[in-house]
């Protein structure tokens, strides 16, 4: 079964409000209730909370993951991740000057290391990736590292349920997938960039039957042409102080794109709509783009998709001739998921996309196949390198799905950590797609630090 039609964005106001350098406050969970018995699948967002920090000795000793290694890192109970009933969580890893190039792969503990990776990167970087990985043996997962040394951090941004008996937990949810929509672009419009240690308010809105049920968006925030180098942080808003955390690090002059998911908070100054918040930790500017691909209800809305985990598997390499061939010039490839990872009730893929040795600079785009192609991106890409990005890919008949490359010759890694479900019997409900319309922007605030 397929979902039978998406959801569209409709764009409300957003504005700016200046904030400090996120050192100082620490990420917060959303409030706790009970999860329903049948929470199977179902997702609980948080704030990011730092897990693991090999420079400060934070969930390992302190020191660099060295080259060969396996770094075995608790995330079950630790505050905000319960002790039981976690089958998966979601985090975003983050390296911090390796020694060489390398890789990281993260996977359960206990189970054999897959052929996966999760975040490439070169000698001297600093950057980030999103994973989303089963929990394994213990509570734990690992993280191998094949050479060099690298510092690595990881901030957690939720968690999914399994079955069984009700457990205390935030507020737990389905995911829905939506059509793929811009919802900032701070190039466009009167206000230009984001200023240094600022922030944006992002609102969002499905209809008034929908809104209030939303306690999370599934996005990816790019950062586009920075003047210095910095980061930015991701969150609910609901604090005045961003979480101790990154989404994503840049360098200056550069387009660095995260995938992340992030808790909504209800914003009344914005209109009245769920709202997430998107902070400039940087001494420079940078412009700031966020695409919605789908958002994570409360457990009231009926009908939505459940996460099925499982142990990263490589279902394309352009390289090997996996799933498709090398691009070779803008183009499109069709792509089945094969029956290894995708049934019939698979409506979506959770993925690790990783762009290899692009030519010249290029984006990939991923979609259903049988749709249109969206307009925005998954991965950005500048020549010779590799990168990876998160990715949620809906599927089409047949589980095949559209890969779109932008320009110019390079090769595309696809790795599965998951899929999402609908119930076996449930059909998911019909809603409109809505008119996407803009709200007049609010003008940036200009206080002192």
């Known amino acids: 079964m397929r979902l039978p039609r998406k959801l569209a964005v409709v764009i409300a106001a957003a504005g700016l409000a200046v904030v400090p350098l996120p050192t100082a406050a620490a990420g917060s969970a959303a409030p706790y209730v009970a999860v329903a018995v049948n929470a199977e699948g179902t997702f609980t967002s948080v704030d990011p909370v730092r897990l693991l920090d090999t420079r400060d000795g934070v969930g390992a000793p302190r020191a ?44 359960p503990s206990g189970v054999a290391r897959p052929l996966a990776s999760n975040l490439n990167f070169p000698a001297n970087w600093v950057g980030a990736n999103a994973v989303t990985v089963p929990v394994g043996t213990n509570g734990q997962v690992d993280i191998y590292n094949p050479a060099g040394n690298v510092h690595v951090v990881a901030d957690v941004m ?14 737990a949810g389905a995911f829905w ?14 206000y230009g960039p984001l200023s240094r240690f600022t922030y944006k308010q992002v609102p969002v809105s499905y209809g008034a039957d929908v809104d209030p049920h939303i306690t ?41 794109p995260n995938f992340a998911i992030v808790p909504t908070k209800w914003c009344d100054t914005c209109g009245g709509f769920p709202m997430i918040a998107v902070a400039n930790a940087s001494s420079g500017s940078t412009h ?23 142990t990263p598997t490589r279902i394309t390499d352009t390289r090997e001739g996996l799933g498709a061939s090398t691009f070779t010039g803008k183009g499109t490839a069709t792509i089945t998921a094969p029956a290894r990872v995708a049934g019939d009730n698979t ?28 307009t925005v991106s998954n991965l950005n890409l500048t020549p010779h390198e590799i ?57 940036p605030l200009q206080l002192s630090r």
Do not use: C
Request: aromatic share 8%.
């Open 347 to 374: 409506a979506a893929l959770v993925a690790n996309v990783t762009g290899v040795n692009p030519s010249n600079s290029t984006y990939f785009s991923l979609w259903a196949d049988g749709y249109e192609r969206p």
């Open 177 to 190: 997938t939506t059509e793929p929509e811009r919802v900032l672009d701070t190039r466009e419009g009167p």
């Open 158 to 171: 939720g968690y999914y349920h399994g079955d069984g008996v009700a457990q205390p937990g935030a507020t």
């Open 387 to 443: 990168r990876s990005n998160a990715a949620v890919i809906p599927v089409g008949s047949g589980n095949k799905f559209a890969a779109f490359n932008a320009a110019w010759t390079v090769d595309m890694v696809i790795d599965v950590a998951g899929t999402f479900e609908l119930l076996p019997g449930a059909a998911a409900p019909a809603r409109s797609v809505t008119t996407k319309t803009r709200l007049a922007a609010t003008p």
């Open 64 to 107: 660099p993951l060295g080259g060969g290694q396996t770094l075995h890192l608790q995330v079950t109970g630790r505050d905000p991740v319960p002790a039981t009933g976690v089958t998966a969580v979601v985090l975003n890893m983050t390296v911090v000057n390796p020694t060489s190039a390398s890789y990281l792969t993260v996977f």
């Open 216 to 256: 999370a968006l599934a996005v990816n925030i790019t950062a586009v042409d920075p003047t210095q180098s910095g980061y930015l942080v991701a969150w609910s808003g609901a604090n005045a102080l961003p979480p101790n955390a990154s989404t994503l690090n840049f360098t200056a002059h550069s387009v660095v």
């Open 288 to 310: 700031v783009v966020v695409d919605v691909f789908g958002f994570y209800d409360d457990g009231q809305l009926d009908g939505g998709l459940r996460f099925h985990p499982m």
